[in-house]
C-alpha cells in the first residue's frame, strides 16, 4: 500500500513570495489533513477536509493561507504572501474517516522563508 | 495555552534498559490519547494509544499508562534499541465531532549502545 505523498519536500523562498504544497492521501482515505510544525514543536492542525468539503479550519491563517482538495483526493496548501514565520514543516495526513488514531502521514514539505 | 506538555526535550538510555517518556495534558475533555514516533526527514508514524476508559495499553515492548486524576500519562519502552532512537510525540483527542489531535512539543529519545 502506497504511503501519503507529498511534494515538494523542500521549498526555500522569499517573505511576500507565494508557494503551494501538494499532497496525495492514501488510496480510499476520506479524511486529509494538513499539520503546521515549527521547529521544536509539536504538528498544529491547520484544516481537516471530510472528502471534499472543509471540517475545520479554525486555526488556518485565511488572510494568507488556503487550501483545496477537489475530487475529495489530492489537496493543494497554498500560503500568499509568505512570512518569515511561516518557515515550518508542513504534513500532510489521512484517515479512513475521522479515525484519529490512525492517521498516516506523509514525509513532510521543509519551508525556508528568507 | 499548550493543552499538552512535555516537558522533556530530550532523553538518553543505555541499550537494553527502560526508556520512560512523559506527557501532560491540562483539558478533561480529552478521551484518547496516542503515542507517534517521528525519524529525521519522515512523518510521525503511529505507536501506541490508549483510550480514558484504560489506565494501560501494551503492544510488545511499548506500554502506555495513563493517569486521569494527574492528567498524565507515560511510554515506557522496554528493553530499549538504538533504532528506538526517535523523537516522540504525545498527542490528545476528545470534546469535538471532529477528534482532532493535540500534540506535544516532543521528546527526543537516544538509546545509546
Known amino acids: 500500500e502506497a504511503g501519503v505523498a507529498q511534494s515538494p519536500r523542500y521549498k526555500i523562498i522569499e517573505k511576500r513570495q507565494s508557494v503551494a504544497f501538494w499532497c496525495n492521501p492514501i488510496?480510499?482515505?476520506?479524511?486529509l489533513y494538513w499539520y503546521q510544525q515549527i521547529l521544536g514543536q509539536g504538528p498544529k492542525l491547520l484544516i481537516q477536509f471530510q472528502n471534499n468539503g472543509v471540517v475545520d479550519d479554525s486555526q488556518l491563517p485565511k488572510d494568507r493561507f488556503s487550501a483545496e482538495r477537489l475530487k475529495g483526493v489530492d489537496s493543494t496548501l497554498k500560503i500568499q504572501p509568505a512570512k518569515l514565520e511561516d518557515s515550518a514543516v508542513y504534513l500532510c495526513a489521512s484517515s479512513l474517516r475521522d479515525s484519529y488514531n490512525e492517521q498516516f502521514f506523509g514525509p513532510g514539505t521543509r519551508l525556508t522563508v528568507l | 495555552d499548550q493543552q499538552v506538555k512535555q516537558n522533556s526535550p530530550s532523553l538518553s538510555v543505555q541499550e537494553g534498559r527502560i526508556s520512560i517518556l512523559n506527557c501532560d495534558y491540562t483539558?478533561?475533555?480529552?478521551?484518547?490519547f496516542l503515542w507517534y514516533k517521528k525519524y529525521p526527514a519522515e512523518g510521525p508514524t503511529f505507536l501506541i494509544s490508549?483510550?480514558?476508559?484504560?489506565d494501560k495499553n501494551e503492544d510488545g515492548r511499548f506500554t502506555v499508562f495513563l493517569n486521569k486524576s494527574a492528567k498524565h500519562l507515560s511510554l515506557h519502552i522496554v528493553p530499549s534499541q538504538p533504532g528506538d532512537s526517535a523523537v516522540y510525540f504525545c498527542a490528545a483527542s476528545g470534546g469535538g465531532s471532529a477528534r482532532q489531535l493535540t500534540f506535544g512539543s516532543g521528546t527526543q529519545l537516544t538509546v545509546l549502545p
Open positions: 483539558n478533561s475533555m480529552f478521551d484518547y
Open positions: 488510496s480510499g482515505h476520506a479524511t
Open positions: 490508549i483510550s480514558s476508559i484504560k
